[in-house]
């Protein structure tokens, strides 16, 4: 039985992925023994970054995959759909016309309303410093609690997007973040380091460090 029959994955990008994932794990949302779900990636520029949503729909799941540098959206395969789009902690400002607008961003929630989703099983996202803005969106609003499980690509070499002060600050806010999602009842189950990257932590060199990391959760409270 596929693990995400039925299922709905989310996948997210900002630009093109240059970063090497490594072994991304998934865990069965039903808890069989048999039921567990493994794939591997390996994306970096100039080679295929669609083998994670490739697989999943493949195993049965509604894949919907967000990327705003693609010419145009489409539709992959039955399952599997390109959205010429870049997910945001916010909408977009009305008062600034379209055609000013560098891409097509929007809010989570504002993409579950418009088709129809009210959860999603899988969502994976590489937001480029993006994600801790975006994340504390989630939070914020409540659709953490419709993700089942997420799989998330965090950057460490400077604070990010719209997140400023001193180093402290920076990280109690990230900290802050993590600590939200236990309390949510979310629970870490695989980290990746990718050594390709940059040794450095907030612009600072960190022997044996990298500047990024995914991360996998599991809502344990998903029905």
């Known amino acids: 039985m596929p693990v995400c029959s039925g299922g709905t994955t989310y996948s997210l990008r900002v630009g093109i992925l240059t970063c090497s994932l490594g072994l991304t794990h998934l865990i069965p949302l039903r808890k069989k023994q048999d039921d567990f779900y493994t794939t591997s990636q390996n994306p970096r520029l100039g080679e295929d970054t669609n083998i994670f949503e490739v697989n999943m729909a493949s195993e049965g799941c509604e894949v919907h995959r967000f ?119 979310f629970k870490l189950f695989y980290t990746y380091k990718d050594l390709s990257k940059p040794q450095m932590f907030l612009k600072k060199n960190i022997p044996n460090a990298s500047s990024c990391y995914t991360l996998s959760w599991v809502n344990t409270r998903w029905t």
């Open 67 to 185: 990327d705003p540098s693609i010419p145009s959206a489409y539709h992959e395969a039955e399952r599997l759909w390109h959205h010429r789009l870049s997910v945001d902690w916010r909408d977009p400002n009305p008062a600034i016309a379209p055609h000013r607008l560098h891409s097509n961003t929007k809010k989570l929630k504002t993409i579950l309303n418009e088709f129809g989703h009210w959860k999603i099983d899988v969502l994976k996202a590489d937001m480029e410093s993006a994600e801790w803005k975006i994340l504390e969106n989630l939070i914020l609003e409540g659709i953490i609690e419709q993700i089942g499980q997420l799989v998330l690509e965090i950057h460490l070499h400077w604070p990010g997007f719209e997140v400023s002060g001193n180093d402290s600050s920076v990280v109690r806010f990230w900290y802050s973040l993590f600590k939200e999602l236990e309390h949510k009842d």
